[in-house]
Every structure is written in structure tokens, then in C-alpha cells.
């Protein structure tokens, strides 16, 4: 199982940026794919999931209102769109999966990526 995220880099407040996670070793049809992010000194925050069959979920609302979870099963990938960026969206974006899940919310991770450091600032 591997997942590669990129897309990351520097973004000013209000811009917009779509990061990707590759994934191989098995197959978005059978398994969900979520999203998280790590901020230096903070918790780890729950972003969104989307589950075999495409459904997306957002961990709050205020999430759902700026990102958008989505998958390209042909060539294996997940997305994460984020709109109108703020500062503290600035944090490393992993890509992540568990051994077996296939609907979300993805209540623990046994998969991730090397993450995708997000930056937004003037």
C-alpha cells in the first residue's frame, strides 16, 4: 500500500490549491481514503473521507463549506480542493487509509503518505 500526496506549497489568504494523493496497492472501489492535517504543536484534525462508492464526509461544517473530497478511480487518485484559504489552514496534508475500511468516517489510520506542507501567508 502506498499513497504519495502532493500539491502543497505556498498559497496567499483567499487562494486555492488541490492537493493529490496517488494511491497503489489496492483499489479505491473496495476501500474509503481520507484526509488529515498536523500543524506544528497541534492535535491531529480529521479533514474529510470518501468512501468506496464515492460518498464524501466532512469532519465540520465549516470544513465542508471550503474543501472537497473526490476520487479518479481510473487513475487511482484522491483530491482535496480547498477554496478561500486562511492562515490557519497552514499545516502538513497527509492522505490516509485503514487495512479494511470502506465507509466513512475512518475512525483510526494504518496508511498515510509523507504529506504535503500547505503554507498560506502574505
Known amino acids: 500500500v502506498q499513497l504519495v500526496e502532493s500539491g502543497g506549497g505556498l498559497v496567499k489568504p483567499g487562494g486555492s490549491l488541490r492537493l493529490s494523493c496517488a494511491t497503489s496497492g489496492f483499489s479505491l472501489e473496495e476501500r474509503a481514503v481520507a484526509w488529515f492535517r498536523q500543524a506544528p504543536g497541534k492535535e491531529r484534525e480529521d479533514i474529510s473521507c470518501i468512501s468506496m462508492t464515492g460518498g464524501p464526509s466532512y469532519a465540520t461544517d465549516s470544513i465542508r463549506g471550503r474543501f472537497t473530497i473526490s476520487k479518479y478511480t481510473a487513475n487511482t487518485t484522491v483530491a482535496l480542493q480547498i477554496n478561500a484559504l486562511k492562515p490557519e489552514d497552514t499545516a502538513v496534508y497527509y492522505c490516509?487509509?485503514?487495512?479494511?475500511?470502506?465507509?466513512?468516517?475512518?475512525?483510526?489510520?494504518?496508511?498515510w503518505g509523507q504529506g504535503a506542507q500547505v503554507t498560506v501567508s502574505v
Open positions: 490516509a487509509k485503514t487495512e479494511q475500511g470502506r465507509s466513512c468516517p475512518l475512525r483510526e489510520y494504518h496508511y
